[in-house]
């Protein structure tokens, strides 16, 4: 069973919605991450947080350490933040490689 | 600065055949990974290296070994290939020390027939 779970899978929204990504954990982290990657296949780093709320832009990610629950939320989205959006944990093992999540798709639609 | 760097980008194999992911990256980061992404799966870390000279077994290690030979780089073997095999590899990095972010290389993608 996958350590980190996201949800929805995929998402379809209408250009100018509020998004919003939700991720759970089921082992003790140290940090929660969010990535980006696009359909190029490039993965980048939108977000780490371990407490609290970051803010970057029209995106903004939100973490409940005591529920185990971190939410990525898109503010007035575009279609240009259509790719999958993925969550990951440090888990403190080892060189501290990162548990992912299986992604959520989102696509915007002008 | 390049970042992460990979090459191949892209790569057929036939199975049996042998190759090498080559990574770089130019931040000098301690700490290399090589991860494996497959459709309806999480990226799945097959080795790591925390410094120069060190390397450990990830979550899907079998059928594959690594070379961390310094600092910059850290290439990835695969000795005979299996259609099992066929996926996109990412490579990335990190500082070490407090816990801190990942940068990901483009990603190679093999194919196994």
């Known amino acids: 069973k996958n350590e980190v779970e996201q949800s929805p899978q995929n998402l379809t929204a209408q250009e100018g919605e509020f998004i919003t990504i939700n991720c759970s954990y089921s082992?003790?982290?140290?940090?929660l991450h969010w990535l980006q990657q696009h359909p190029g296949g490039g993965i980048v780093s939108l977000f780490m947080?371990?407490?609290g709320k970051k803010k970057h832009g029209r995106l903004i990610a939100t973490i409940n350490i005591q529920e185990k629950h971190s939410s990525l939320h898109i503010t007035a989205s575009h279609p240009r933040d259509s790719a999958v959006y993925i969550c990951?944990?440090?888990?403190?093992?080892?060189?501290?490689?990162?548990?992912f999540g299986k992604g959520t798709h989102l696509i915007i639609q002008p | 600065n390049a970042g992460v760097t990979q090459t191949p980008k892209f790569q057929v194999l036939k199975t049996g055949q042998s190759m090498t992911l080559q990574c770089a990256q130019d931040?000098?980061?301690?700490?290399m990974y090589w991860y494996r992404q497959d459709p309806g799966m999480g990226l799945r870390l097959i080795y790591y290296?925390?410094?120069?000279?060190?390397?450990d077994k990830g979550e899907v290690p079998n059928g594959y070994n690594v070379s961390r030979l310094n600092k910059r780089e850290f290439s990835l073997r695969l000795e005979s290939a299996a259609p099992s095999q066929t996926s996109v590899y990412f490579c990335?990095?990190?500082?070490?020390?407090?816990?801190?972010?990942?940068?990901f290389g483009p990603g190679t993608r093999l194919t196994v027939l």
């Open positions: 082992v003790g982290i140290s940090a």
């Open positions: 290296s925390a410094s120069e000279g060190t390397t």
């Open positions: 931040m000098n980061h301690n700490s």
């Open positions: 990951a944990g440090n888990s403190g093992g080892g060189a501290d490689g990162l548990t």
């Open positions: 990335a990095s990190r500082r070490s020390g407090v816990v801190n972010e990942q940068f």
């Open positions: 947080l371990s407490s």
